[in-house]
C-alpha cells in the first residue's frame, strides 16, 4: 500500500493536544526537510568540488560576516569540531580556491581573521546548496507575517543545534547577538 502523505509517522505516546507533542511533531517535519535537504546538499557538494566541511565553514562565516563578526580560525575550528591542524589544511584549501582570505586581526596583531570572498552569486549556492526555483516558489507561496515566523523560528533552532555540545558557541551567539 503507498500514500501520497510525507508526514512522519505520529508519537502513540503523547496527546496530539499536549504542547509537547505540537513542539515534537514540528521537529519531526524539520528532521523530513533536513534529510531531504541534506541529500541536496551532497549533489551540491559535487557540483561545486567542496566538502561538507568546506561548506560548513562557509556558512558560518559568512553568517558572521553579514552580523559584522570576525572569526578567527581557533573558533571555526571549534564550530566544526576539528583539530588545528585539520582547520589550517581546510584554510588553506578555501583560501587556494578563492572563497575566504586570511586577514591580521584588527584586536589583536598575532591573531588573524577569515574574511569570506565568495561572490555574491555563489553565496547563496554556498549557504543553500542550489537555489532551486522549486523552493522558491513554495518560500514564496508563505505571507510576510509566516515567513518572518519562520526564520525567526529556524534561526532559534539553528542556534540550539549550535549549542548542543558546544560550549563555546554559547559565547559566540552571544557575541552575534550584540553585534546585531
Request: aromatic residues 4%; hydrophobic residues 35%; without cysteine.
Amino acid at each position: 500500500m503507498t500514500t501520497d502523505d510525507k508526514r512522519p509517522a505520529p508519537h502513540y505516546w503523547y496527546s496530539a493536544e499536549t504542547d509537547r507533542e505540537r513542539a515534537i511533531d514540528v521537529l519531526e517535519h524539520v528532521r523530513a526537510y533536513g534529510a531531504a535537504d541534506s541529500a541536496m546538499q551532497r549533489r551540491s557538494e559535487k557540483t561545486m568540488r567542496m566538502n561538507e566541511n568546506d561548506i560548513s565553514a562557509l556558512r558560518y562565516l559568512l553568517r558572521a560576516h553579514e552580523r559584522g563578526v570576525t572569526v578567527g580560525p581557533r573558533e571555526l575550528a571549534e564550530y566544526l569540531g576539528i583539530q588545528s591542524s585539520s582547520i589550517t589544511v581546510l584554510l588553506d584549501r578555501l583560501e587556494k580556491t578563492g572563497h575566504i582570505r586570511r586577514e591580521p586581526s584588527p584586536f589583536d596583531r598575532r591573531a588573524l581573521i577569515i574574511i569570506p570572498t565568495v561572490p555574491t552569486d555563489e553565496i547563496h549556492r554556498a549557504i543553500l546548496g542550489d537555489v532551486r526555483e522549486e523552493l522558491v516558489e513554495v518560500a514564496s507561496d508563505l505571507s510576510p507575517e509566516d515567513a518572518a515566523t519562520v526564520v525567526e523560528f529556524m534561526d532559534r533552532l539553528r542556534d540550539a543545534v549550535d549549542r548542543i555540545d558546544n560550549p563555546t558557541s554559547s559565547k559566540q551567539q552571544a557575541k552575534a547577538r550584540s553585534a546585531e
